[in-house]
T-cell receptor
């Protein structure tokens, strides 16, 4: 079945780059997502990438996809204290309604 | 502004009580989902629905049921609440395929069962 794994914690200093990693097992995954959850709130989509892409950049965010290794990463440049949150990796097949989530990586940004 | 609204942010119930968690979306989405979130366990899917009056079990349906009588509303029901159902409950919706499958989440309902 589908499985998505990510490390639970990451701590960086303000201004540094953050890299959050994720691995998945379903080779039929078509969409791969990064969601952000701020304290006391629901999840919000940050960005997504199609499985036929290797990279996607959106301002401070860079998503890299290695299909061979089934590895997805999210890089946040110039990390700010407002980036402190839980980041969830998720995947979905084309015609599937539901997504499979990782356990979330808690990013702590220290001043 | 698109929205998924969960009726209660915080609830405290007693063991054995029946609990209703309501969720409404205003985006005319076909798909609706209920997740629970627990520290160290991430998001676990309880039930989802692709259409009115349709429901499918997720990964942890035991002890829960759902109702979808109208497209915009998806209710989660705990028939007899137990302490191990103390958790954060998140409702989400998405448009039917084709599309990116982006999930729109509510703010969550934190349930404490005493």
């Amino acid at each position: 079945g589908e499985d998505v794994e990510q490390s639970l914690f990451l701590s960086v200093r303000e201004g540094d780059s953050s890299v959050i990693n994720c691995t998945y097992t379903d080779s039929s995954s078509t969409y791969l997502y990064w969601y952000k959850q701020e304290p006391g709130a629901g999840l919000q989509l940050l960005t997504y990438i199609f499985s036929n892409m290797d990279m996607k950049q959106d301002q401070r965010l860079t998503v890299l996809l290695n299909k061979k290794d089934k590895h997805l990463s999210l890089r946040i440049a110039d990390t700010q204290t407002g980036d402190s949150a839980i980041y969830f990796c998720a995947e979905k097949r084309t015609n599937a309604g539901k997504s499979t989530f990782g356990d979330g990586t808690t990013l702590t940004v220290k001043p | 502004d698109v929205k998924v609204t969960q009726s209660s942010r915080y609830l405290v119930k007693r063991t054995g009580e029946k609990v209703f968690l309501e969720c409404v979306q205003d985006m005319d989405h076909e798909n609706m989902f209920w997740y629970r979130q627990d520290p160290g366990l991430g998001l676990r899917l309880i039930y989802f629905s692709y259409d009115v009056k349709m429901k499918e079990k997720g990964d942890i349906p035991e002890g829960y049921s759902v109702s979808r009588e109208k497209k915009e509303r998806f209710s989660l029901i705990l028939e007899s609440a137990s302490t191990n159902q103390t958790s954060m409950y998140l409702c989400a919706s998405s448009a039917a395929p084709p599309g990116t499958g982006e999930l729109f989440f509510g703010e969550g309902s934190r349930l404490t069962v005493l």
